[in-house]
């Protein structure tokens, strides 16, 4: 292949969203990462109809060009406080190439990683179009599935909770001071092998009240929210232990809303998914800007029967995710004392 990989320019935004519109279809010459989700792809002025902060500075956007022609795209979310970056689409066309042009982009996003200090690339993708290949030929592992759960705009929502309701099943606004307790439910629900791989500071946990999208999950970065909010569920018994966390993703545009739901084994999550979709529907009862597309919420396989709990709240199961990582990094064990062997 004689084509090169750059930065997207201005110029090339209508070619980017014939592009991204060919990609999603079922053509045997397209590739992309074929997340189910509905909504618009990048258009010639989608990027700028985004909310403020949506499309932000530090994120990037490659084209694979061969004789003027742009016949792949990559883009990619740079989150500079962890020092990740997390692909969220990868498209080509072309009969025969449309495998090779992606697998280029990617090389030079790893490259281009390294030289700006990237620590972890991160990626969701179905199991189709060769994607698990590509990514692993090219140094990532797969480390995670999750099951993407949608309510559709058929079913209504259920009506807003009140105040002293929230109060009474434990509900409130998630704080800095919960970094914690945030951390001890996560390290309850999550493996070791994952946990490592995502190696969540508590700083990370402190932000989750201010907007932050920590625990990552393949849905976070691809929907672009005007605001996301943090709620957490205490014991009851007078612990300061959390047993579940709700994040909601309120969308702005045409695109669903988000619901990520984490909680300890043993907890039932019917009480904080209701408080979730009550709260959507008063976001979407002002009127204004906020739309009705339904609900999208990712569900990883051993966070289950969170799964079941949601089918009874009207979500069904689009589809099933991987999830993949590349470390830019040599982890380094700590020295340490061990018994000594004759």
């Not at 959507?280 to 029967?305: F, K, M, Q």
């Amino acid at each position: 292949m004689s084509g090169r990989v750059r930065l997207a320019r201005l110029t090339d935004l209508a070619a980017l969203g014939e592009l991204s519109r060919l990609s999603q279809q079922e053509h045997v010459d397209a590739r992309s990462l074929g997340l189910p989700v509905s909504g618009p792809r990048i258009g010639v002025f989608s990027l700028f109809r985004l909310p403020l902060g949506a499309f932000q500075p530090n994120d990037l956007l490659f084209v694979y060009e061969d004789e003027r022609r742009i016949s792949g795209l990559l883009r990619v979310e740079r989150d500079t406080s962890r020092d990740e970056w997390t692909i969220v689409e990868l498209d080509a066309i072309g009969t025969g190439d449309s495998g090779d042009t992606r697998f280029r982009l990617v090389q030079h996003l790893i490259r281009d990683g390294a030289r700006r200090g990237a620590i972890r690339f991160h990626v969701a993708c179905s199991d189709r179009q060769g994607n698990p290949e590509l990514f692993m030929q090219a140094g990532f592992a797969r480390y995670g599935q999750e099951q993407l759960m949608f309510r559709s705009t058929d079913k209504p929502l259920p009506m807003p909770w009140s105040d002293e309701q929230a109060r009474m099943a434990g509900i409130r606004p998630c704080q800095a001071l919960d970094a914690l307790p945030l951390a001890r439910l996560y390290t309850a629900v999550t493996p070791q092998p994952v946990m490592r791989l995502e190696a969540y500071r508590l700083i990370d946990w402190e932000k989750l009240g201010s907007g932050s999208r920590v625990p990552r999950s393949s849905l976070a970065p691809i929907l672009r929210f005007a605001e996301v909010e943090s709620y957490v569920q205490s014991s009851g018994d007078g612990t300061v232990d959390l047993v579940g966390l709700l994040q909601l993703g309120v969308a702005r545009e045409e695109q669903p809303h988000y619901m990520k739901v984490l909680a300890r084994p043993g907890t039932d999550v019917s009480g904080l998914v209701e408080f979730g979709l009550g709260l959507l529907a008063a976001r979407i009862g002002r009127g204004g800007s906020c739309p009705d597309n339904g609900v999208l919420s990712p569900v990883r396989t051993y966070e289950s029967p969170i799964d079941h709990r949601l089918e009874e709240a009207g979500f069904a199961t689009l589809d099933t995710v991987t999830l993949f990582m590349r470390e830019a990094v040599v982890r380094v064990v700590e020295p340490a004392l061990v018994p000594a062997v004759r």
